[in-house]
């Protein structure tokens, strides 16, 4: 395997060129020796364009795109030269994310000049950087991560946890969201130290849950809270992190409020740790997994047809509802052919 991986590295350095006329007619995009398919390339066009913070841009767009294509080739080729494979179980991760997006966005897709197939390919490829990843970092990889390292990881940046979430906020008579005044923030207050209590006391947190909602066998679902997660507001994992384990603590934060029970994060024979691993390893290895992989794209040239490539971004600016006006992008109906 390592024989492999070093010669990926004899290729020469090349020059990133784009043009508009070196390619045959038809061909929007060639890394290296190979012809990208037109609609991998306006699908990851159309990637960046809705992915744009701002109102998009034709230029940096488009060369976004075709550095994506060449981390497609160069992706897929490394995958194969290191002879790796994708479990059944990946495969079906593959087929059913493609099967939902088809499903919401397939009509989109049709219009953009972009298949189902060609969705596959792409998220196939994303398993196989994701498969080359662990065949470097894995216990059982090139480089591995010692299992110790990745634990420590999870117990330091990951929570598992069950709440109780409620909001300290009421509706004014225009319908605006507004907060509780004093009393009644109190008063809310108040049933959420009673809930903590009653779950320190030896009531299961269901059973709590279920009486606050009035629904008999309602449940709490267990989170693993990570320590950058936006889903919570800021500050919430640190003071979860200061509750002892199988403890319960009340936590308000601004308009927020949270009757929260801290499990033992290897309960359930570590199922939590398993299956958040994978990220561990992502967030301990992934800045120097990423220099591999422009290791592997710097070894490539890629050429453009710009006219063929403005093409594809004119019919997504026409469908795409990332554009206010098309009218404001400068692309000459005489540059199309």
């Not at 699908?43 to 109102?55: G, K, P, Q, R």
């Not at 059913?96 to 009509?107: A, E, F, I, S």
């Not at 640190?238 to 603590?249: C, L, Y």
């Not at 050429?303 to 004119?314: G, I, L, P, R, T």
Request: proline letters at 2%; aromatic letters at 12%; glycine letters at 4%.
């Amino acid at each position: 395997m390592k024989k492999i991986l070093v010669s990926i590295g004899i290729f020469l350095s090349l020059t990133i060129l784009f043009t508009s006329c070196s390619l045959p007619v038809g061909k929007v995009i060639t890394v290296g020796s190979v012809e990208v398919d037109k609609e991998i390339y306006t699908y990851y066009l159309d990637n960046a364009i809705a992915s744009s913070e701002s109102e998009p841009d034709s230029a940096a767009a488009m060369k976004e795109a075709a550095e994506n294509c060449v981390r497609y080739i160069a992706v897929n080729t490394v995958f194969a030269e290191m002879k790796l494979s994708l479990t059944d179980s990946k495969k079906n991760e593959v087929s059913q994310t493609v099967n939902d997006l088809w499903r919401l966005y397939g009509n989109y897709y049709e219009k953009i000049g972009v298949s189902k197939q060609t969705l596959t390919k792409v998220y196939e490829s994303k398993a196989y950087e994701n498969a080359i990843f662990l065949a470097y970092y894995d216990a059982d990889g090139l480089t591995p991560v010692p299992e110790e390292t990745v634990q420590k990881y999870f117990t330091d940046n990951y929570v598992v946890i069950k709440s109780i979430n409620g909001y300290l906020t009421d509706v004014d008579e225009n319908g605006n969201t507004i907060s509780m005044d004093a009393e009644n923030r109190q008063k809310i207050t108040a049933s959420f130290e009673n809930f903590v209590t009653k779950i320190n006391g030896g009531s299961m947190i269901d059973d709590v849950y279920a009486e606050y909602v009035g629904q008999e066998g309602s449940t709490v679902q267990p989170v693993v809270v990570n320590k950058d997660s936006s889903l919570y507001p800021e500050g919430f994992f640190d003071s979860v992190k200061a509750i002892e384990q199988d403890k319960a603590k009340v936590i308000v934060i601004g308009d927020y409020i949270f009757a929260v029970q801290r499990l033992a994060s290897d309960s359930d024979s570590n199922i939590y740790y398993q299956l958040n691993r994978e990220d561990c390893l992502l967030n301990i290895k992934g800045e120097e997994f990423e220099g591999l992989v422009s290791q592997w794209t710097d070894e490539y040239s890629f050429e453009v047809n710009q006219k063929k490539a403005k093409s594809c971004y004119k019919k997504i600016a026409e469908n795409s509802s990332a554009f206010n006006t098309f009218e404001n992008e400068t692309l000459s109906e005489t540059e199309i052919q």
